[in-house]
């Protein structure tokens, strides 16, 4: 009985008071709606860093040259410090759980000619390893760099998929750039 008499109490106020009625289911249901795309956005955005993370490499370690936090022996406190080639193979001779190993040289802003046509870049030298390390699938027809380059000393060039869509973007010959020149810095 007295259950009945708060439900009825409670429909009479709501009459009385549509304004504050609708202001705080309004209110009520904004909040929940707030919340609930906050997370869906959250979880959305975990799920695109992952997925790039994945992109990079597997349990990959990524390593660069810093500067000192500290003077040593006379020496400032904030110089440079620079890695050599040889580091990165040091490093996984030393370290038995290290699988691949492979030092990775960024030029940014590297002016890339094919035709008529020239384009910024980001250009990398790398081992043939990187492919491994870094999951570089090469287009069907296409190669990535091999050890014999290496021993060569082949002038050997891997076009990324996304430099490759630009060059065939602009140039309708460029889609099969396999055995073409292509010129590096050179204008």
Same mark, same amino acid.
């Given at each position: 009985?007295?259950?009945?008499?708060?439900?009825?109490?409670?429909?009479?106020? #709501?009459?009385?008071?549509?304004?504050?009625?609708?202001?705080?289911?309004?209110?009520?249901?904004? *909040?929940?709606?707030?919340?609930?795309?906050?997370?869906?956005?959250? $979880? !959305?955005?975990?799920?695109? #860093?992952?997925?790039?993370?994945? !992109?990079?490499? @597997?349990?990959?370690?990524?390593?660069?040259?810093?500067?000192?936090?500290? %003077?040593? @022996? *006379? =020496?400032?406190? *904030?110089?440079?410090?620079?890695?050599? @080639?040889?580091?990165?193979? =040091?490093?996984?001779?030393?370290?038995?759980? &290290?699988?691949?190993?492979? %030092?990775?040289?960024?030029?940014? *802003? &590297?002016? =890339?000619?094919?035709?008529?046509?020239?384009?910024?870049? $980001?250009?990398?030298?790398?081992? %043939?390893?990187?492919?491994? &390390? /870094?999951? $570089?699938? %090469?287009? /069907?027809?296409? /190669?990535?760099?091999?050890?014999?380059?290496?021993?060569?000393? /082949?002038?050997?060039?891997?076009?990324?998929?996304? $430099? !490759?869509?630009?060059?065939?973007?602009?140039?309708?010959?460029?889609?099969?750039?396999? !055995?073409?020149?292509?010129?590096?810095?050179?204008?």
């Amino acid at each position: 009985m007295k259950s009945f008499m708060f439900l009825s109490q409670f429909l009479r106020d #709501m009459r009385s008071q549509k304004t504050r009625t609708f202001l705080t289911i309004f209110g009520i249901t904004w *909040g929940t709606i707030s919340v609930i795309l906050l997370l869906a956005f959250g $979880v !959305g955005m975990e799920k695109q #860093m992952d997925k790039n993370m994945h !992109g990079l490499g @597997e349990g990959i370690m990524i390593i660069w040259p810093g500067r000192t936090s500290v %003077p040593y @022996e *006379g =020496l400032n406190k *904030g110089r440079p410090l620079r890695f050599r @080639e040889e580091d990165a193979f =040091l490093v996984k001779q030393e370290i038995s759980q &290290i699988k691949y190993s492979c %030092p990775e040289y960024t030029g940014w *802003g &590297i002016k =890339l000619k094919y035709g008529k046509n020239a384009y910024s870049c $980001v250009m990398k030298g790398i081992y %043939p390893v990187y492919s491994d &390390i /870094r999951n $570089v699938i %090469p287009r /069907r027809g296409g /190669r990535f760099i091999n050890d014999t380059d290496i021993s060569q000393k /082949r002038r050997t060039i891997f076009i990324s998929t996304v $430099v !490759g869509r630009i060059l065939r973007l602009f140039d309708q010959n460029a889609d099969n750039l396999e !055995g073409n020149a292509v010129d590096v810095n050179i204008f």
